[in-house]
């Protein structure tokens, strides 16, 4: 079934730590985007890519960094977790293959706590 | 960049009454405004969206207007449900990106 993944659903890491958010999607879509949020608050754009080897920072500053290789797969790397990193990471992807282009599809999220 | 705004911030209604959350936007280049419906503990869903070409669209009791020239949309749910209860996100952009409104938490009075 086509859908948006993403793993891990749940990661409870140490400070300083290295993670890899990975998220991956089978709807053929080419624009693929991070969102950070707080339980039932605003969604922060946080990276966005348009397609392979395209990615763009997003509204919120982060220090996390995002690779775009293949068309499905677009994970996101916090180099040294801290305890302001705790949230919820959402990954979305939209375009091509979809009914209307200009929808974005949402993972499940990823809830992240940095001890 | 593109700023949505999203007022009130909770809603709530009694069971059977209207619900109206209201979006302002400051771009006038966004060509499109969607919104999501974000349940506790689950991912963000589309419920309807609207494009600049179209004043109103509806679909069965939710319906969504929009007016360009005061730069604002709002979300109407009519005989409002229990299931109704959720947070209410509206957004604005186009095929590349969207901002976010801060959301609105509705509840749904039994």
């Known amino acids: 079934e086509a859908d948006i993944y993403q793993t891990p659903r749940y990661l409870v890491i140490g400070t300083g730590k290295k993670i890899t958010l990975e998220c991956s999607q089978t709807?053929?879509?080419?624009?693929m985007y991070w969102y950070q949020q707080d339980p039932g608050m605003e969604l922060h754009l946080i990276h966005y890519?348009?397609?392979?080897?395209?990615?763009e920072k997003g509204d919120l500053s982060s220090e996390s960094t995002v690779s775009r290789i293949r068309t499905e797969h677009f994970p996101l790397t916090l180099e040294s977790a801290r305890p302001s990193h705790t949230s919820q990471y959402l990954c979305?992807?939209?375009?091509?293959?979809?009914?209307?282009?200009?929808?974005?599809?949402f993972g499940p999220g990823t809830r992240l706590t940095v001890t | 960049g593109e700023n949505v705004e999203q007022h009130p911030s909770t809603l709530s209604v009694q069971e059977g009454d209207s619900a109206v959350i209201k979006c302002t936007y400051s771009?006038?280049?966004?060509?499109?405004f969607p919104w999501y419906k974000q349940e506790l503990g689950k991912r963000p869903q589309l419920i309807i969206d609207?494009?600049?070409?179209?004043g109103e669209k509806k679909d069965q009791r939710i319906a969504v207007t929009l007016n360009k020239t005061a730069k604002h949309f709002s979300l109407h749910i009519t005989e409002t449900q229990p299931e109704d209860s959720a947070v209410y996100f509206c957004?604005?952009?186009?095929?590349?990106?969207?901002?976010f409104g801060k959301g609105n938490q509705v509840v749904v009075i039994p």
């Open positions: 979305a992807s939209s375009g091509l293959g979809a009914a209307s282009s200009y929808e974005q599809y």
């Open positions: 709807m053929g879509h080419d624009k």
């Open positions: 890519s348009y397609g392979v080897n395209s990615t």
């Open positions: 771009d006038s280049a966004s060509n499109y």
């Open positions: 609207i494009r600049s070409n179209v």
């Open positions: 957004a604005g952009g186009g095929n590349n990106r969207l901002a």
